[in-house]
């Protein structure tokens, strides 16, 4: 368990000039950071910390590959700070108790940090601005993860969109409108001068993961639209993980690629799609987004949940996509479509039992695109594959894989005796599936 939640800081500051905090959180970069851009832009010092949540990490194991890899960013962020005679403060424990005291050590006249549009990010949020406020310290907020957030795509009826293709194209118009979208880049000199002793992956409980998050490649792209679907060719970015952090900002991403790969950018609007649909429905986060589905029998045999989550299922393309996932960290983005749908059609385990295993277990985890995907998936989401289309776990192994390279290199059992035979035949599985489905709509 952590010693402190409070490192010792060597100056008491009641007398100290006002200084503004910029508040790192799922932004961990210094370069088109809009938040600590602002807070530079003002004539106070900047003083920036990170607040490691007690709230967030009780929930998660000692050895998460996530804490490792926030802990290493900030150990990047603090090098850079530190050849502007600047520093990082790193925190510890609940928000509110963490800010009550940084109010009392420092003399804060405003608090920069970036938007996040999660519901406990938001209560959280709320909860500080308050806190804040009540001692006359502003909270500024700004847009910072995505180009487009909250209300700024409405249908003309002013209403969210729930259906991709039409909000993808209003993002585009508007992104046309808003051209250029620059990267944006701090006035490092008007940081507050500071050195901390940072406190380590121990002291906050955790240890070191045998798991390590890929660096994100970008030189494959022009590949991307013809490629993109097949695992083994692994030409994709490896972005998610360092856009859930903010290791790069969307803006500077924007700005790298060429705006012509339709395709690519098309991905990087799913995600502000699936944001936005977190944002204006929080319910999703343990709803199906379309109640109708509300009455679908699940099965929710654990015996076969713990095979699906192994990759004992008998199904290569399932096995060999969640053996990728147990073992990285990640899983291909055609395999990760293969393995929910096997789950909540197959197997008719209730999405949320899948949803929240790929929670547990992917680098790139990201409550919005996570939920709107498996449920998609499962068929119950917006914009969701219709509830009949059934993918064949075989005929996508033919489709993506037909030389069996991926399966080979995730399964090395596959050519033995001891890989095991199908959990459940497909056919007999489709028919179940589509019964169960309609009688849950009809019901
Ligand atoms: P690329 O193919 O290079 O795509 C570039 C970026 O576009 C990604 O980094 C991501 O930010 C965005 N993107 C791509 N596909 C999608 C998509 N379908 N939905 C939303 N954004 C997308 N992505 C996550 O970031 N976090 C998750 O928790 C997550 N859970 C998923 C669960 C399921 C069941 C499925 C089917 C998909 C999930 N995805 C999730 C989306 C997608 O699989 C990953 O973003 C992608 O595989 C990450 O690899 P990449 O960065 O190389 O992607």
Not at 162 to 183: C, D, G, H, M, S
Not at 249 to 258: N, T, V
Request: net charge positive; with cysteine.
């Amino acid at each position: 368990m952590p010693v402190k939640s409070f490192p010792d800081i060597s100056t008491p500051l009641k007398d100290q000039k006002p200084i503004s905090i910029f508040w790192f959180r799922r932004d961990l970069r210094i370069e088109d950071n809009t938040a600590l851009t602002k807070a530079l832009d003002s004539n106070i010092p900047v003083l920036p910390i990170f607040i490691f949540d007690s709230h967030i990490l009780n929930e998660l194991p000692k050895d998460d590959a996530r804490v490792a890899f926030i802990h290493r960013s900030i150990l990047k962020i603090k090098d850079s700070l530190k050849a502007h005679g600047s520093d990082i403060l790193c925190l510890y424990g609940d928000p509110k108790s963490v800010w009550l005291e940084l109010i009392s050590k420092f003399k804060v006249a405003k608090v920069y940090t970036n938007k996040d549009y999660e519901p406990y990010a938001i209560a959280r949020d709320k909860e500080i601005a308050e806190l804040l406020g009540k001692k006359d310290i502003t909270f500024n907020s700004f847009k910072d993860q995505v180009i487009f957030e909250e209300d700024e795509i409405l249908k003309s009826n002013q209403e969210p969109y729930t259906v991709f293709t039409p909000y993808k194209n209003k993002w585009l118009t508007k992104f046309q409108e808003a051209n250029p979208i620059e990267p944006k880049n701090p006035k490092l000199n008007n940081l507050y001068k500071a050195n901390y002793t940072t406190m380590s992956l121990e002291d906050i409980g955790f240890t070191k993961s045998e798991i390590e998050v890929k660096d994100f490649n970008l030189s494959r792209l022009h590949l991307y639209g013809d490629k993109r679907d097949f695992p083994y060719a692994d030409i994709t970015s490896y972005l998610s993980t360092h856009l859930r952090f903010g290791t790069i900002g969307i803006r500077q991403i924007i700005s790298r690629i060429d705006k012509s790969n339709a395709v690519f950018l098309s991905e990087l609007i799913w995600r502000e799609f699936f944001m936005q649909i977190l944002f204006h429905y929080p319910k999703v986060v343990t709803e199906n987004f379309r109640s109708k589905y509300d009455n679908i029998k699940w099965r929710n045999n654990k015996q076969e949940f713990l095979l699906w989550c192994q990759g004992k299922t008998g199904y290569p393309m399932v096995d060999a996509g969640m053996r990728q996932l147990n073992t990285t960290g990640f899983m291909h983005n055609r395999v990760r479509m293969i393995t929910a749908g096997f789950l909540c059609k197959h197997l008719l385990i209730d999405w949320r039992w899948g949803e929240s295993y790929f929670a547990e277990k992917l680098l790139d985890y990201e409550l919005s695109s996570n939920n709107g995907n498996w449920q998609w998936a499962a068929g119950t989401g917006c914009d969701a594959a219709p509830y009949f289309r059934i993918f064949n776990p075989l005929s996508q192994q033919q489709k993506f894989d037909k030389d069996y390279k991926y399966v080979r290199k995730w399964i090395p059992e596959f050519d033995t005796f001891e890989y095991p035979d199908p959990i459940v035949e497909h056919k007999f599985a489709r028919e179940r599936a589509l019964a169960a489905y309609k009688s849950g709509i009809e019901a």
